[in-house]
């Protein structure tokens, strides 16, 4: 089965994906995932984008949470 | 006296438990970070204190409310600990249960929410969880208070507690970091458990490295982590020591969930999928947003506030006042007792009483807020135009509990992660209308603007929320000069709020309204009126010879190019500071009329429908009361900070008020 990478954010709305790294996103931010569970190789799902460019709503674990896109787009994920 | 203390993840019912198992009340919501502060309370069976905690996702703080909570458990001990646990996000709570039970007390789990994890089809087995981790599981629905009862039988004797024996192993490696920082530890007296503080230094945990630097020359230590990491990097099993720790302590999590948990009937969050299908979409979300608050403001103050509001002054400036003074006349009390309680007392309090009814059922609306779960979308909604402003949407939740009052609205700006966000969130607090300033724009609104009340009201809270942000920007670019704000919100799922929470959390921010009634508006009341009763020519003079009319005169040609200089008008600015409501309470004893139509009257004539926005644009954003004062004060730890909160609101309010008048009267407006 070939998987691709790609940014977080090139998701569409809805769709799932595994994280595959987080590179370069401010440290506050990197630890307070990592408390929510989100790190490497964890499962997220994309479910909507915020008004004005504003934050991505994403889902890990049954928890909702939002980051803003620009940290989103640090993330870079494998779709299977 | 044992104490326990409750500790667990963000918004997973401490508190509600709190109040449940103790005799107190403490603040509840739907959000992370509703309680920032150590809560201490005495156990209903009387067996000891119970310590409500900040919720924590770690010991490892970020924001300061976290801090609250580490600290607390490495310099106190607690003689047990509640962890409770979120039973519908039991893998991420159990990582820092696992931290707690290497801390060695005697430790209790309460898994709470099961109502929750049961109907999104989470069925977690208690049985399994206490064989595994050899601690007492309790199942529980602390919103209910369903297993309250079984806690509490427990804690009868904190004692009977078993200790903790649980020991994970972190690998050849690690284990031998451990054992050798636990024996450079050995010397050390008073610290916790030796295997967890060295785990907690190998995690980088900031407090205890703070603690042990304290006591100690910690280099060696920090060596011997440096190393284990080094091998760790070696051996390709993980890039830095505190990953690993982590990843050890994830797998066997894992592997406790695969055992006592069963997700065969998983299903989403179908309530608040569609909810938030709608209240976050992308187009709708803000007008929704900005339609509720209209909708909120129309009922608070038109549709049921003003119905009721005007039924208690007809019974305060009517039977009650007449009653008093019946009452008065015939134990035959002299004219001065009889002016002091019929102007002084009943005219004062009594005309901020009369608001009663307006600020409860806005409070009653913030409460549902809280609890409903939409607070955090707020934050999601306005992040964008909020880091436009150099700040970030969660600072968004401090700020409309502001309009309750700025008090507890700068507390909760202690959730927030970054210290400059925080202290602007602290600094432009004052901008939000606190409910104390309702009562001025309500009875100027009565007066000049009948047929639009409640958009005259809102217009002011508007005027407050445009120049916080504007502030923000200028505050940001130039007194913090750091880098960018970081922004992360947790969603919770939204729920119903209970009758009886609702009830009891309006009743809980109304308690200090009325307190203030009968405190430091009451206090105001008498010496505002000893004040008009008494001049420099003596007593009962006329109104205008009065100590009051003389002070009043002396801010009034500084207030008159603002369109009120009056020394009615400036001898309410300075009470005003220490309460906002007894700028209300000041007018209705300076124009001698204890009812509302009659100071209505009165007001119409000194003011005109310009000078009162003026005046109403100056009360809202002249200075942040003593109350706010105390606790900016507190928070920042700095009086530069406290001075410049109250200076620059005061140069904001003299400019503000200044354009509306002139730039009104050029247009012709009066």
Excluded at chain 2, 117 to 146: F, Q, S, Y
Excluded at chain 2, 533 to 541: R, T, W
Aim: hydrophobic residues 45%; neutral net charge.
């Amino acid at each position: 089965m070939a998987s691709t990478s790609c940014s977080l954010l090139r998701l569409q709305p809805g769709s799932t994906c595994s994280i595959l790294k987080i590179e370069g996103m401010n440290p506050i931010l990197r630890r307070r995932l990592a408390d929510l569970g989100v790190s490497e190789g964890v499962v997220v799902r994309l479910k909507g984008r915020g008004p004005f460019l504003g934050p991505v709503t994403l889902e890990c674990n049954g928890q909702l949470f939002a980051i803003r896109r620009k940290e989103a787009s640090r993330i870079e994920v494998n779709v299977s | 006296m044992s104490s326990v203390a409750l500790v667990g993840n963000p918004n997973t019912g401490k508190t509600s438990l709190f109040n449940t198992l103790t005799s107190s009340y403490e603040y509840v919501g739907n959000w992370a970070g509703v309680t920032v502060e150590k809560k201490v309370g005495s156990l209903k069976n009387g067996a000891g204190k119970l310590i409500d905690l900040p919720g924590i996702y770690s010991l490892h703080p970020l924001s300061r409310d976290e801090g609250v909570a580490a600290q607390y458990l490495v310099e106190e001990t607690p003689e047990a600990l509640i962890n409770i646990v979120d039973a519908s996000q039991l893998e991420r709570n159990l990582l820092l249960t696992l931290q707690l039970l290497e801390y060695g007390k005697p430790t209790l789990l309460g898994l709470n929410m099961i109502d929750v994890a049961n109907a999104r089809g989470i069925h977690v087995n208690p049985e399994v969880l206490e064989a595994r981790l050899g601690i007492t599981v309790l199942p529980l629905v602390a919103r209910t208070g369903k297993g309250s009862a079984q806690v509490l039988s427990v804690l009868q004797h904190t004692s009977a507690i078993p200790a903790v024996n649980f020991r994970l192993d972190y690998g050849e490696l690690a284990e031998e970091a451990i054992a050798s920082i636990e024996q450079e530890l050995s010397e050390i007296q008073g610290l916790p458990n030796h295997r967890w503080v060295a785990l907690q230094l190998m995690e980088q945990n900031p407090i205890i490295l703070e603690l042990l630097s304290k006591r100690m020359d910690t280099g060696r230590m920090l060596a011997i982590c440096d190393s284990c990491q080094s091998n760790l990097q070696s051996r390709k099993l993980a890039l830095t020591l505190p990953q690993w720790i982590r990843s050890v302590r994830m797998d066997y999590i894992r592997s406790l969930c695969r055992e006592a948990m069963d997700t065969s009937s998983i299903k989403p969050h179908n309530l608040t999928e569609r909810l938030d299908a709608v209240l976050t979409h992308r187009y709708l979300g803000l007008p929704l947003f900005i339609f509720f608050m209209y909708v909120m403001f129309k009922a608070t103050f038109e549709w049921i506030g003003a119905p009721l509001s005007d039924l208690l002054d007809g019974f305060i400036a009517g039977p009650l006042s007449d009653g008093a003074g019946t009452l008065l006349e015939s134990i035959g009390a002299s004219g001065f007792t009889h002016a002091l309680i019929v102007d002084g007392i009943i005219g004062g309090v009594g005309g901020v009483l009369v608001f009663v009814p307006q600020i409860f059922i806005l409070f009653l609306m913030i409460s549902f807020l809280e609890d409903s779960g939409y607070m955090a979308r707020v934050c999601l909604l306005m992040d964008s135009t909020m880091e436009r402003m150099g700040l970030n949407g969660k600072a968004f939740i401090p700020f409309i509990i502001g309009f309750g009052c700025n008090v507890p609205a700068i507390m909760a700006a202690r959730s927030i992660e970054q210290p400059k966000d925080r202290m602007l969130t602290t600094l432009l607090m004052p901008l939000m209308s606190c409910s104390a300033r309702l009562p001025v724009y309500l009875l100027f609104a009565a007066v000049f603007f009948p047929q639009r009340q409640a958009a005259a009201v809102l217009s002011m809270y508007v005027l407050g929320v445009v120049f916080a942000l504007v502030l923000c920007k200028l505050f940001s670019k130039h007194l913090f000069k750091n880098d960018s704000s970081v922004f992360i919100v947790e969603l919770p799922p939204y729920r119903m709020p209970q009758f009886k929470t609702l009830g009891r959390s309006t009743w809980e921010k109304g308690k200090g309204f009325l307190r203030k009634a009968g405190t430091i508006i009451l206090a105001g009341s008498v010496i505002i009126w000893l004040m008009t009763y008494a001049g420099p020519g003596g007593l009962d003079v006329a109104m205008d010879d009065s100590f009051l009319a003389k002070f009043g005169g002396l801010i009034a040609p500084l207030l008159e190019p603002l369109g009120f200089g009056t020394w009615q008008a400036g001898s309410t600015l300075v009470p005003g500071f220490l309460a906002k409501e007894v700028v209300v309470s000041t007018m209705n004893i300076i124009y001698h009329v204890p009812d509302a139509p009659g100071l209505e009257n009165q007001i119409a004539q000194v003011f005109t429908p310009l000078s009162s926005i003026s005046f109403m644009a100056f009360i809202l954003l002249y200075i942040p009361c003593l109350a706010t004062v105390g606790v900016i004060k507190k928070e920042t730890a700095s009086w530069k900070w406290t001075l410049f909160s109250m200076g620059y609101s005061l140069v904001l309010a003299y400019i503000v008020s200044l354009v509306i008048f002139q730039v009104g009267r050029l247009l012709g407006w009066s």
